[in-house]
């Protein structure tokens, strides 16, 4: 007799925790949930007490644990990962239809190979996002539902299979444009299980193993090429922490659409966000608005370049955390855990509440005005005057559009990571510590200080510690 608790489990795990469609790896047909149901229901069925007995593993594991971890071995899946063709990608249109013309011969092709390797890892389903979500339904309810879901459908696939069409061996792949995707970030991070192969189907690295999340050579090459520790990319859990550090891995990657630059984050923090076209970078300060407020991580301010048209100390996407906006003497990552500063920051009504420390620069004074790395920039060095004699600053400019420069008469710094102490109207920079900081300007006619844009992130570094 079935086991009602297994079958219940079954259908919950269907309903939340895979794609509800799929590809029939025997049909090469996209399913709806109802025929995986049908197809496994007697495997499920057949589940006992003594095999939940024989998948636990540890005492007081679980039982709702040990049932989802039978189900997920019996529900086998594999998941695409690739770079999508301009045009001419397999629909589900094309899929669903009878159609035998689908999509461009080298899009047939990709799939056609894919479906071949999620056979040999003894998968009965695949998944690819070209043909199994509704690329033409007019309304957001598909994509609402499935991005926030991704993480988990590329988490719970018995393998994803990571199509590298611009490489061939292990000393290349780092080069191939897959890895300059914002969308392939949660593609890389999520899976338990990843094979990496190359434009003519064979495995970059390898052929002998079935995880390149094993291979001690491959993820060293990983970690190097893409900025992310080996301990990440093997076992990432999704969250609201270091969010920072998250964000520079982003920031080597961009997308066509600059609304894609945010919502393929949400399901690496587990954030859940309408998805709404059209708003441009507002979608990314949308984002940063729920992660401010979530994390209280005050390092999520140390970015420089361009602001966001809306959000002024926010930048437009995660580009304006980029390594090379760093200087050498600050590490956020290494930082990250002494952080301190205002752990109660808000934002209301698109601006930020955040307490600093500010130290007003006397005296300084500006450099030649040269272009920024971004057109229709100018950057004017910073020659910074009048600091505290305990006190050292990095070489930054100031960036302003060129249409409108504006050269403040006043400028001071706000320490964003200072210490805390008794007093609660006052922080403590501490010795040899890099701080960082946000810079300001004014001019005689404001009573009010406004956020500049820099060329790099703003740091101080006192000598002896002191009080402000």
């Known amino acids: 007799m079935a086991i009602e608790e297994v079958c219940r489990i079954f259908q919950e795990y269907l309903r939340e925790s895979i794609p509800h469609r799929l590809i029939a790896i025997s049909k090469m047909e996209v399913v709806e949930q109802q025929c995986v149901e049908e197809l496994y229901m007697p495997s499920i069925r057949a589940v006992t007490e003594k095999d939940i007995e024989q998948h636990t593993f540890y005492p007081n594991q679980r039982r709702d644990e040990v049932i989802r971890n039978i189900v997920k071995g019996i529900v086998r899946y594999a998941i695409l990962s690739h770079r999508w063709c301009r045009e001419g990608e397999v629909t589900l249109q094309e899929m669903t239809s009878g159609s035998t013309k689908l999509g461009k011969p080298s899009s047939r092709h990709k799939l056609a190979n894919f479906c071949q390797k999620a056979a040999e890892y003894g998968c009965g389903f695949a998944w690819a996002d070209t043909c199994c979500i509704d690329r033409f339904d007019p309304s957001p309810e598909e994509l609402n539902k499935a991005m926030p879901r991704m993480f988990r459908w590329y988490r719970n696939a018995h393998v994803c299979i990571v199509y590298l069409a611009e490489s061939l061996t292990l000393d290349d792949f780092l080069c191939d444009s897959w890895f300059l995707q914002s969308w392939t970030l949660q593609e890389l991070l999520a899976p338990v299980r990843i094979k990496f192969y190359g434009r003519t189907w064979r495995p970059i690295h390898n052929t002998r193993a079935d995880n390149d999340k094993a291979d001690r050579k491959l993820l060293t090459a990983l970690s190097t090429g893409t900025g992310i520790p080996v301990q990440d990319i093997q076992c990432y859990w999704a969250g609201t922490e270091r969010v920072r550090e998250k964000l520079m891995w982003a920031s080597r990657r961009t997308s066509r659409l600059a609304e894609d630059g945010a919502y393929s984050l949400l399901a690496l923090f587990d954030v859940h966000m309408n998805v709404e076209y059209g708003i441009g970078d507002e979608a990314f300060g949308r984002l940063m608005e729920v992660l401010l407020q979530r994390s209280q991580e005050c390092d999520m301010l140390a970015w420089a370049g361009i602001a966001s048209t809306k959000y002024v100390f926010l ?36 601006r930020l509440r955040v307490k600093l420390l500010m130290v007003e620069l006397h005296e300084a004074t500006f450099g030649d005005e040269i272009p920024f790395l971004q057109s229709g920039y100018d950057a004017c060095a910073l020659l910074p005057k009048g600091l505290p004699s305990n006190v050292t600053m990095n070489h930054v400019s100031i960036v302003s559009s060129n249409n409108m420069p504006w050269r403040p008469s006043k400028l001071a710094l706000g320490v964003v990571d200072y210490r805390w102490t008794s007093d609660d109207e006052k922080g403590l ?40």
């Open 315 to 350: 930048p437009p996407s995660a580009q304006g955390y980029s390594a090379q906006y760093l200087d050498e003497s600050y590490n956020p990552s290494h930082d990250h855990y002494g952080l301190r500063g205002d752990q109660d920051m808000s934002v209301v009504d698109g």
């Open 429 to 468: 920079v501490e010795k040899s510590r890099t701080h960082f900081c946000l810079l300001f300007g004014a001019d005689d006619t404001q009573t009010s200080w406004q956020k500049l844009m820099t060329d790099k992130v703003v740091t101080i570094k006192a000598l002896v510690s002191s009080p402000v």
